[in-house]
């Protein structure tokens, strides 16, 4: 069985940098596309970046774009989320997710994925 566990969140200031980390575990790490979510209270879930098996291939949504960067170690079965300029409006439950793919460089911005983690929780003062 899959699991993720998402760590490293917290309480920031804006403009503040926080990183979020994504351990899975089992020995086929290299067979998902990763992608991370975001749930702000009273809101739907929302992609927030996602990247191929590959690494080669990654896509965010436009209001993160140029402030948050995915990443992913192959090697220690790792997804991160680099988050920087943070603002208020980031403000929610952070979700990590696996997608079984075929390929490479595919990434996927929509639902549904495979594996949830159980979400770390962002915050940004103002």
């Known amino acids: 069985q899959v699991q993720l566990v998402e760590t490293g969140g917290g309480l920031v200031q804006a403009g503040g940098s926080l990183r979020l980390s994504c351990l899975v575990s089992g020995r086929t790490f290299s067979t998902y596309t990763m992608g991370w979510f975001r749930q702000a209270p009273g809101k739907e879930r929302e992609f927030v970046a996602t990247i191929s098996r590959s690494g080669s291939s990654t896509d965010y949504t436009n209001s993160v774009k140029a402030r948050f960067t995915i990443s992913r170690d192959n090697a220690k079965n790792t997804v991160y989320l680099q988050m920087n300029s943070l603002k208020p409006e980031d403000t929610a439950v952070y979700y990590c997710?696996?997608?079984?793919?075929?390929?490479?460089?595919?990434?996927?911005?929509?639902?549904?994925?495979?594996?949830w983690g159980q979400g770390t929780q962002v915050t940004v003062s103002s």
């Open positions: 997710a696996a997608k079984f793919s075929s390929y490479s460089s595919t990434v996927y911005k929509r639902e549904p994925y495979d594996y």
